[in-house]
Structure formats: structure tokens, C-alpha cells
């Protein structure tokens, strides 16, 4: 008795254990995301060729070493003389640092990127999330639905052979009935599609996941669309990067200008001769700047600075323009989405189907209640999407956190 005990104890764990990991919270998703995305991945090994540039452009430069020996002789006579020498070109100590400081902003414009690729992959997992749940939570309704509506069918083949319906009534009953069965199954094919989406998304091969329920999102409304926008101009990490950018190119200009130096190059060593004589030399090296002034990378340089420039204008309007759009599109779905939050759809369903298996309504009547209830929750759906969809567009293109869950 107890080993049954026992056995139906470690059952129940078992279950409520494999129950609770097949559960995926939305944190769990956009956490998943960001260990496993795969633009992600590809903004970290950008941050680490901008770290080597980096690291490559503090290196100091290699001393060459020289060495040259003589050994001459003429008949009974012999000359012996060797020189030993080490170079290293001077220009660094000049020209590193707007190298390195160009680096610099080139790597922390890689960051700043990964932290607007976050967010930008943080608002797709939750569009797809609760795009997911709300046709995983249509799915259900519809099959719900249509297991009473079969019952229905079966029912009135019943009452057709009892002679208390007409044949055309039956047939429009199953008519209805094959009518939500492909509407069910396109809702199905969508569910799939967006459970696909998310799982690319966050990065796993786990299909059996379900969704917990999901809470209406709340937007500080305090905020105007002016205040948006100006928000989104100061908090935009993408037009942060730009900026940063920009920056890295006009440090690379100082670079480029310094460069037009010639290099120099200086040499010390030791020099030994047969005749005793013997000591230290010194060489300087350097090229004379009469053609090669590095011209071409300055001038490239201002082009592509000048041309950053003009995208960064142009880029702010686009931002201007696309909070403004978002912001519209949003309170259109908002106050869509507050009229239908207080239909009761259900309520109609189910006085349909009492009020015709009581015969208070005609066939008509509840083929227009069934039809009601159908195209109804698809356009609650799609208006519950359309809200929560053009909320995290907007919280995106702001650049700054608006979410509130209740």
C-alpha cells in the first residue's frame, strides 16, 4: 500500500515537473533570445573585431635589427669593419593615439548597437509572443466551438430521421460546420507560423512549449508625441551609434592628416673598424614629402565624414517621422481594442445554441448568432494583435521602456 502510495506521489511530481518546463514565460523568451539569437551573435563578433582593432592599434611597432660586417683584403693587406644597429620608426609617438582614439569610437559604436539590437529583438519576441497567444487562445475558441457545433450536426441528423427538421435545414447546419472547420484550420496554420517565428526567434528546437497567460499592457499616457519624439532623439541607441560613428571619422581625419608626415625612421648602433676605431652611429631616415602627402585618404575621409553627416539629418527625420506614424497608428488600436475588450462574444454563442435547441429561434436567427460569434472573436483577434503589436513598435522606435504590466 505504501510502495502504491508512493509510486502515485512520484507521478504526480513527475507530472507538475515536465507540466512546469513546458511552460515559457515571456522573460524567459526574450532572455532565450538574447543567449541564442543569431543577429546577436553576429553584433558580440563585431564587438570583438572592433576590440582587436583596437588592441592592434595600441600595439607598439616592431625595432628592426641590423647587422653588416666587411672583410676585405688586398694582396697582404686586410680591412675588417661590422656594424651592429637597431631601428624603429618614430611616427607612432605622434600618430597612435588619433588611431587609437578612432578605434575607440569604432568599438563603442559596436556596443551601442548591441544594446539596440536588444531592444529591437526584445520587442520582435514580444510582438510574436502575443501574436502567438492570441491565436493559440482564438485556436482553442474556435475548437471549442466547433465540438459543439458537431454535436449540434450529430443531433440534428437525429431529428432529420424523426422528421422534425427539413433536409435543407441539416444541410445548412453542415454547411456551418465544415465553414469553421476551415476557418479553425486556418487560424491552426497561423498558430504554427508564429510558434515557428518565435522559436528562431529565441533560438530553440522545442515545439511543446506553452504560453502562460498574458496581461492587458498599460502605456504611460502622461507622454504627448512631441515628448516622444524628443525622446526618442536623446534615448535612440541605433542614433546613438550614428553619432559615435561620426565621431570615429573625424578621428580617423586627425589620423589620415597626420599620416601626410613622411615617415622617419632612426637607427642607433655600434660600429667596430680594424683600425681600432670604434663607437656608437646614428641614422636618421626620412622620406621627403614632395608628392605623396596622403591626399587620397584625407579627401576620402571628409567625403565619407560629410556623407555621415547628411544620413545622420536625414536619419533623425526618419526617426521624427516613424514615432509620429507609430504613436497615431497606436491610439487608432487602442481605442479599437477598449471598444471590443468589453464584448461578451461568448454570451451570443450560447443563447444561440439554447435559444435554437429550444426552438425559440429559427434557423436563420442562429446561423446568424454562429456567424456573429465567429467573425466577431477573428476581428477581436486581430484588433488585440494590431494593439499590442503597434505598442512595441512604438516603445522601439522611442528607444525607452513604456511597458507596465498589471
Known amino acids: 500500500m505504501r510502495l502504491i502510495r508512493l509510486l502515485i506521489v512520484l507521478s504526480v511530481i513527475q507530472f507538475i515537473t515536465v507540466d512546469a518546463q513546458n511552460k515559457l514565460t515571456l522573460d524567459e523568451a526574450i532572455n532565450m533570445a538574447y543567449e541564442n539569437n543569431i543577429e546577436l551573435n553576429k553584433s558580440f563578433a563585431s564587438i570583438r573585431n572592433a576590440e582587436i582593432n583596437m588592441d592592434e592599434s595600441s600595439r607598439l611597432p616592431n625595432p628592426t635589427f641590423s647587422y ?5 683584403k688586398f694582396n697582404s693587406l686586410k680591412y675588417n669593419e661590422w656594424t651592429a644597429s637597431g631601428a624603429i620608426p618614430i611616427n607612432f609617438l605622434w600618430d597612435r593615439w588619433s588611431n587609437l582614439e578612432s578605434k ?12 539596440h539590437l536588444k531592444t529591437v529583438i526584445s520587442s520582435e519576441v514580444r510582438e ?3 501574436t502567438l497567444y492570441y491565436y493559440s487562445d482564438l485556436s482553442q475558441k474556435l475548437s471549442e466551438t466547433l465540438s459543439r457545433l458537431s454535436e449540434i450536426a450529430n443531433s440534428a441528423k437525429d431529428r432529420f430521421v424523426e422528421g422534425d427538421i427539413s433536409e435543407y435545414e441539416l ?32 533560438g530553440s528546437g522545442e515545439s511543446d512549449f506553452t504560453l502562460t497567460d498574458i496581461n492587458q499592457v498599460n502605456v504611460k499616457t502622461n507622454y504627448t508625441e512631441e515628448e516622444l519624439i524628443i525622446k526618442a532623439l536623446e534615448n535612440r541607441n541605433d542614433l546613438k551609434a550614428f553619432q559615435h560613428k561620426i565621431e570615429s571619422e573625424n578621428s580617423l581625419l586627425s589620423h589620415n592628416k597626420l599620416k601626410a608626415i ?7 648602433g655600434y660600429k667596430e673598424q680594424l683600425d681600432n676605431f670604434k663607437g656608437s652611429v646614428f641614422q636618421v631616415n626620412f622620406e621627403v614629402p614632395l608628392f605623396n602627402r596622403n591626399q ?31 504613436y497615431t497608428r497606436f491610439n487608432i488600436n487602442k481605442n479599437l481594442y477598449d471598444e471590443v475588450s468589453d464584448l461578451f462574444l461568448s454570451n451570443i454563442f450560447e443563447t444561440a445554441v439554447y435559444s435554437y435547441e429550444l426552438g425559440e429561434i429559427s434557423l436563420v436567427d442562429f446561423m446568424d448568432g454562429i456567424n456573429a460569434f465567429i467573425d466577431g472573436s477573428k476581428l477581436a483577434n486581430e ?24
Not at 575607440?104 to 544594446?115: A, C, P, V, W, Y
Request: glycine share 2%.
Open 262 to 268: 613622411p615617415n622617419i625612421y632612426l637607427s642607433a
Open 296 to 326: 587620397k585618404a584625407i579627401q576620402q575621409s571628409w567625403n565619407s565624414i560629410a556623407l555621415q553627416e547628411k544620413k545622420l539629418m536625414f536619419f533623425r527625420e526618419k526617426v521624427k517621422a516613424e514615432v509620429s506614424e507609430l
Open 383 to 406: 484588433i488585440g494583435i494590431n494593439f499590442h503589436k503597434s505598442f512595441f513598435m512604438l516603445e522601439k522606435a522611442t528607444g525607452i521602456a513604456l511597458t507596465n504590466f498589471e
Open 104 to 115: 575607440e569610437k569604432q568599438l563603442e559604436s559596436e556596443r551601442i548597437l548591441l544594446d
Open 68 to 72: 653588416s660586417r666587411e672583410d676585405l
Open 171 to 202: 444541410l445548412r447546419i453542415r454547411i456551418e460546420v465544415n465553414k469553421l472547420k476551415a476557418t479553425a484550420k486556418e487560424i491552426e496554420i497561423q498558430e504554427v507560423k508564429y510558434r515557428n517565428q518565435l522559436k528562431l526567434l529565441i
Open 128 to 130: 510574436t509572443y502575443f
